[in-house]
């Protein structure tokens, strides 16, 4: 079969008929010129450029790049615009509209003249957005991050972006901290182009594609504003065309051996919580067993190597400078920690890739002897209250905080929080446990970043810096402290954190990944039938397409309809 049999877009621009003529004829208005439909693959440049997501902003001139490198290896390069997720302005919650951008990116490769594309990603629903409605193609793809900011600079010191954000904040409800040195601060923390540069979410899911072998290697670690980095796009452009021409596809890249160097990596790099949820719903997507069981089982062990915030000190400037994530996956796979045949999109094995990548900073890439946590892997926990689990990163939180019962102090939701957490007559301290309400997938609705609820001044006073504190919700990649997520089933689905009332003595033991309510059965079964579900989110239009139908924690809050594989093939041609 020829080349020109096998490219899907030929099926657009390969015929001598009318259907032919018109789909080359109006490309030909962007001065394209008619020898480049002469069967060459055309590749797709899924970008999430918008000057409402700052992270992304920058995309323009790194989709110029991607484009020399698909013209070089002889591919034609078309990009186009899909929803773009902004974690810092989008509101209620970026969270919400993740599986709203898979479809668009879905359905964009699926209904165009596209071989193989190239997706564009940096701020942190972006990556598993794309990926996920890539996924549900299985064109042939490849991942391009756009890099984190350089580190942050205050008054002399390094300063991570949303980390330190929370660290102020406090310090300033504190009394510790004068408001004018917190809004110094703004303009130091995010001086260049890129995402966070912490190991939030952004950086947590760079990592991750590396890991899972989607992009080419050292992809995760590159300053945004650094000339390595467009290098990288370039290069990538020209290795689509390749893949293209190869039919390597994602389906044989994402296969279960990459979700199990993902996870570990996740561990080994201090990562966001919130890596959990994106790599279930991708697994859905290409239809991987992969279920929070294998959180727990793959990640126990899997020490923390990277030394950064917010569990640790550096950047991701400094990870790059160290060696970026091959050092830490050479030295996972050095303690048989890795998935060494996993393949990745350059046609090399993982382990190929990064056998022999030097670590050059002992202090951010930290030897496997001397971790920064012995156990890294975030801690899946089970019991009454999570009957279906709920997740905790113990590299964020506070040991003495593992083995913990304390009485509840009770927000139905976000807004009683915020009214009621600041009263001096609220009946709180540092031994009590925060509990927060209906701000899972449905009750919020999106599931926001609202997890790490600020503490009680009361308690801050005291120089308390952390609590327990238990939600449906979720929390920023850049936050810290000793923090349960993602219980499930949440409260405005009728889980049990639906019942829990204030006074209620609730045991935490991160051991035994054990979250156990200390109520009766008899007592919470009485409960249960004087609940009701609340009002959630609007009716009609894609939030109430999304309450409808999206799906638990423990399951990715994916929408039901979305979950699987439908291939590119376009239902009914036009014309």
């Known amino acids: 079969m020829t080349e020109e049999r096998k490219l899907r877009s030929q099926a657009w621009f390969g015929g001598a008929d009318r259907d032919g003529f018109i789909h080359r004829s109006w490309m030909r208005n962007q001065g394209l010129p008619s020898h480049v439909f002469d069967g060459r693959p055309v590749i797709g440049i899924c970008n999430t450029f918008s000057e409402l997501t700052p992270c992304n902003a920058h995309f323009g001139r790194l989709a110029e790049y991607v484009k020399r490198g698909v013209w070089e290896a002889g591919g034609l390069p078309l990009e186009f615009p899909v929803f773009s997720l902004g974690e810092t302005n989008l509101r209620p919650t970026a969270m919400l509209f993740r599986n709203l951008a898979s479809m668009d990116v879905e359905e964009s490769i699926r209904g165009n003249p596209i071989d193989g594309v190239v997706l564009l990603a940096g701020c942190d629903k972006t990556t598993p957005a794309l990926l996920m409605g890539a996924a549900s193609c299985d064109l042939p793809s490849l991942l391009v991050s756009g890099g984190p900011m350089l580190n942050g600079k205050f008054r002399g010191q390094d300063i991570g972006s949303g980390t330190c954000v929370w660290e102020f904040s406090e310090e ?51 300053p945004a504003v650094d000339s390595r980095r467009n290098v990288l796009a370039h290069q990538s452009g020209r290795r689509i065309v390749e893949m293209v021409r190869e039919d390597l596809r994602p389906s044989a890249i994402l296969v279960r051996a990459a979700f199990q160097n993902a996870v570990r990596t996740v561990g080994a790099i201090g990562g966001s919580t919130n890596a959990v949820l994106h790599l279930l719903a991708l ?22 190597l990277v030394d950064l915030m917010p569990a640790g000190r550096f950047l991701m400037e400094d990870l790059y400078y160290a060696g970026g994530l091959p050092a830490v996956l050479r030295e996972l796979g050095e303690h048989g920690l890795l998935e060494r045949d996993a393949p990745t999109v350059n046609g090399r094995t993982l382990w190929e890739n990064c056998r022999r990548a030097p670590v050059h900073d002992r202090k951010v890439v930290r030897p496997f002897a001397e971790p920064l946590h012995a156990e890294g892997g975030l801690v899946v926990l089970r019991g009454n209250l999570a009957p279906r689990g709920a997740v905790l990163k113990p590299s964020a939180a506070t040991a003495e905080l593992m083995c913990h019962a304390g009485r509840a102090v009770v927000f139905e939701s976000i807004e009683d929080y915020h009214t009621r957490i600041g009263d001096p007559d609220l009946e709180i301290d540092e031994t009590c446990v925060l509990v927060l309400k209906n701000c899972g997938p449905k009750g919020y609705p999106g599931m926001a970043e609202v997890g790490n609820m600020g503490l009680p001044p009361k308690v801050l006073a005291k120089g308390v810096r952390d609590m327990v504190r238990i939600s449906d919700a979720r929390m920023s990649g850049t936050a810290y402290g000793t923090v349960v997520l993602h219980v499930a089933p949440e409260a405005a689905a009728g889980g049990p954190l639906a019942l829990v009332r204030e006074g209620d003595r609730i045991e935490l033991d991160v051991a035994e990944g054990r ?32 309450v409808e139908h999206v799906q638990q924690a423990d399951l990715g809050a994916d929408l039901d309809f979305l979950v699987g594989c439908r291939g590119a093939a376009v239902p009914r041609e036009s014309h």
């Not at 859905?284 to 126990?300: A, C, K, S």
């Not at 919470?524 to 939030?543: N, S």
Request: overall charge negative.
């Open 172 to 222: 300033v409800r504190a009394g510790r901290m004068k408001l004018d040195e917190f809004l110094d601060a703004e303009a130091g923390m995010s001086r260049s182009a890129g995402h966070c540069m912490t190991m939030g979410t952004a950086s947590t899911m760079a990592c991750v594609s590396e890991a899972l072998g989607i992009t080419l290697p050292g992809n995760a670690a590159i």
């Open 283 to 304: 697994a859905g997507r290409v239809g991987i067993r992969h279920d929070l069981d294998d959180w727990e089982r793959w990640g126990r062990g899997v020490p923390t």
């Open 515 to 546: 979250l156990h309510l200390d109520v009766p059965e008899e007592e919470l079964a009485r409960r249960a039938q004087e609940w009701t579900a609340p009002a959630t989110g609007m009716t009609g239009g894609y939030q109430g397409l999304y």
